[in-house]
């Protein structure tokens, strides 16, 4: 499918997300996504009209609440290829890296990469992980080859991002499993990234763990996903309310997973809003999403290597995220005058900071598309980077 093509084949489906008010450019999904008028639909029933606790009531509302909970870990599991009893409802990827950073039994050595999210280094070193770092190939994506060499019988775990939040680097993940298992290490997938906008199906993949954030799959925000089809081999890691089987002032037995992952009333509403944006996503279809963010990149990325000032990074097939850097001119600089144009991009580190030290940069200018984006949007941003470009001039 052509640039073109894919662009002109897209539904417009601007009209709907409230957020996206007329004359403004949103540009900055990678950070968190917008949410389509179904999903705010899903989170005010669930919150008003339906609303009531799950699992522990008898009466009726109780019970049809916890089945719909319990449909909504049943679809979002499915999204991903995955049954439901491998899902743990978590706040986000962060939370769902730090339970297995500091549930896993058999700590050692991690092997990261330098273009990692801070959510998946701080944890690994607070837990007291021996971290090993992976580099990077030319043009910004994780180098496997490196990687393969690197790994030893004394690396008990991998965890590498499946899209880069800054470069939009994508990875090979069933090679990364297949490096990683040769030496008995696991592997851990950030999907945060990935979910919006590839196909995921965790079995193919082959990968150990797969977590994601819900904010950024056009879901609520204060709920994420840890996949894994080894939970039952990790011991909680949260203690209270629901995660439990037996409480005695002598001992506790717990639930089996993913229950005993999820202490205390769970994210019952943020779960329901979820699964509306997997349908929302669905509907559209995660190929066509791809394609018209991949059109989207093609386009910002011609354009922008035709101007001198500016630096593009990461490859060419990043996955609906493009940084730059312009000659000069802050990425603050760069974001405050295009805000004054209705363009919305990220400026900074990105939270990722030994890639920012990587790439010899302070910080980055950060587009990043979502199914609502368009060749408007690209045209905006293009103008107004010729904007600062006079004024820096």
């Not at 986000?92 to 330098?114: C, D, F, M, Q, W």
């Not at 994780?142 to 990687?147: Q, S, T």
């Not at 196909?199 to 954030?213: A, I, K, M, R």
């Not at 850097?325 to 295009?338: C, K, Y």
Request: aromatic share 8%; hydrophobic share 45%; net charge negative.
């Amino acid at each position: 499918m052509t640039i073109a093509t894919a662009l002109r084949t897209f539904p417009d489906v601007r009209g709907d997300f409230l957020g996206l008010t007329h004359g403004w450019h949103y540009l900055d999904t990678a950070a968190t996504a917008q949410k389509p008028q179904a999903v705010i639909d899903a989170t005010v029933n669930a919150m008003g009209r339906d609303y009531a606790t799950v699992h522990r009531g008898v009466y009726a509302r109780s019970a049809d609440m916890t089945l719909a909970y319990e449909a909504a870990r049943r679809r979002i599991a499915g999204f991903i290829g995955a049954r439901e009893e491998q899902i743990a409802f978590v706040r986000g990827a962060t939370e769902a890296i730090n339970l297995v950073a500091y549930s896993h039994p058999k700590k050692g050595r991690v092997l990261l990469s330098v273009l990692e999210h801070h959510s998946n280094i701080v944890p690994w070193q607070l837990a007291g992980w021996q971290v090993d770092v992976c580099p990077l190939t030319e043009d910004g994506c994780i180098d496997l080859d490196a990687a393969e060499k690197l790994l030893t019988p004394d690396h008990t775990m991998v965890a590498f991002a499946h899209v880069s939040n800054v470069l939009g680097s994508p990875l090979d993940v069933a090679r990364a499993a297949e490096i990683a298992h040769r030496v008995g290490a696991e592997l851990l997938i950030d999907g945060c990234q990935a979910v919006p906008r590839l196909p995921v199906d965790v079995p193919v993949l082959g990968c150990d763990y797969y977590v994601f954030s819900g904010h950024k799959l056009y879901g609520p925000t204060g709920i994420g996903v840890l996949w894994s089809d080894k939970l039952d081999t990790l011991p909680p890691w949260q203690g209270g309310g629901s995660m439990i089987d037996r409480v005695t002032f002598e001992k506790t037995t717990y639930a089996p997973a993913p229950t005993r992952f999820e202490a205390g009333t769970p994210a019952i509403i943020e779960a329901i809003g979820l699964a509306a944006a997997v349908d929302y996503v669905e509907a559209i279809g995660i190929d066509a999403i791809h394609a018209h963010e991949c059109a989207l990149v093609g386009t910002l990325r011609e354009a922008l290597a035709r101007k001198n000032s500016i630096t593009l990074f990461g490859p060419e097939n990043s996955a609906g995220i493009v940084s730059f850097a312009m000659a000069g001119v802050h990425p603050h600089d760069i974001g405050t005058i295009l805000d004054e144009s209705g363009v919305a991009i990220r400026a900074g580190h990105h939270c990722a900071q030994p890639l920012m030290e990587h790439l010899g940069v302070a910080a980055t200018a950060r587009a990043s598309f979502g199914v609502y984006s368009n060749d408007d949007d690209v045209a905006a941003l293009v103008d107004g980077l010729a904007r600062v470009e006079r004024i820096f001039g």
